[in-house]
Every structure is written in structure tokens, then in C-alpha cells.
């Protein structure tokens, strides 16, 4: 079967910088792309970075110029590098792929979604 895996919980002063990883197993993220959302407890899941198969990337506004992403294609690994971290990033944050192209709900998949999301991992950004 397919999973998605992430892994880098953690907990950081305002300023410094995390790296989240996500890797799958089952699913090509070159062939189906893939997406980075986040959310906050109260709050609707947020998109904070996609990539689609044809390589287009969209980041969002609230994170672009700090947040970026690479590949190691040979380990079928996404990295989420996160830099000058705010308060405001404190969430759980989840991979799915294919990537939903949108904000809003929750961050788990729907009955109408044909994609796969990870378990989700925290960060915590100290002010």
C-alpha cells in the first residue's frame, strides 16, 4: 500500500530554522507531485507548499522566502526546509500526495480525494 511518512518534529526559537521531511512508499511524488499544509489547533488546514507532476510549484504567501523544498528522488524523500521561524508557523504539519491544491477543512483525506496524507508532525516555534 501507499504511505507517506513525515518525520523532524520540533521545537525551536522564533528566528531559527527546522527541516521536515516526508517520504513515501508505493507512490512516486515525481510522477503525482505533492504538498506541504499545515494546521493550527482551531484553525483550517492551510496549504504552504505544492508541487505538481509537471514540476509547477506554488508556496504561499505567509511562507514564501523562508520556507523551500527539495528532493532526493532516489530515496522518494520531500524535504520542507523552514527558516527564520515565527510563532505564527506552530502547527501540525502533514504531506499528501497527490497535493491537494487548495487551503481549507482539515488535513486528513476526504471521501472524496483520491490522494494519501501523512500522520501529521509537530512543530512548535518559541517566541
Known amino acids: 500500500g501507499v504511505q507517506l511518512v513525515e518525520s523532524g518534529v520540533g521545537s525551536v526559537q522564533a528566528g531559527g530554522p527546522l527541516r521536515l521531511s516526508c517520504k513515501a512508499s508505493g507512490l512516486s511524488f515525481h510522477d503525482r507531485g505533492m504538498g506541504w499544509y499545515r494546521q493550527a489547533p482551531g484553525n483550517e488546514c492551510e496549504l504552504v507548499y505544492i508541487?505538481?507532476?509537471?514540476?509547477?510549484?506554488y508556496t504561499s504567501p505567509s511562507v514564501k522566502g523562508r520556507f523551500t523544498i527539495s528532493q532526493d528522488s532516489a530515496k522518494n524523500t520531500v524535504y520542507l526546509q523552514m527558516n527564520n521561524l515565527k510563532p505564527e508557523d506552530t502547527a501540525v504539519y502533514y504531506c499528501?500526495?497527490?497535493?491537494?491544491?487548495?487551503?481549507?477543512?482539515?488535513?486528513?483525506?476526504?471521501?472524496?480525494?483520491?490522494?494519501?496524507w501523512g500522520q501529521g508532525t509537530q512543530v512548535a516555534v518559541s517566541s
Open positions: 508541487v505538481i507532476e509537471d514540476g509547477e510549484t
Open positions: 499528501a500526495a497527490p497535493p491537494r491544491p487548495r487551503s481549507g477543512g482539515s488535513c486528513r483525506k476526504t471521501s472524496a480525494e483520491f490522494n494519501y
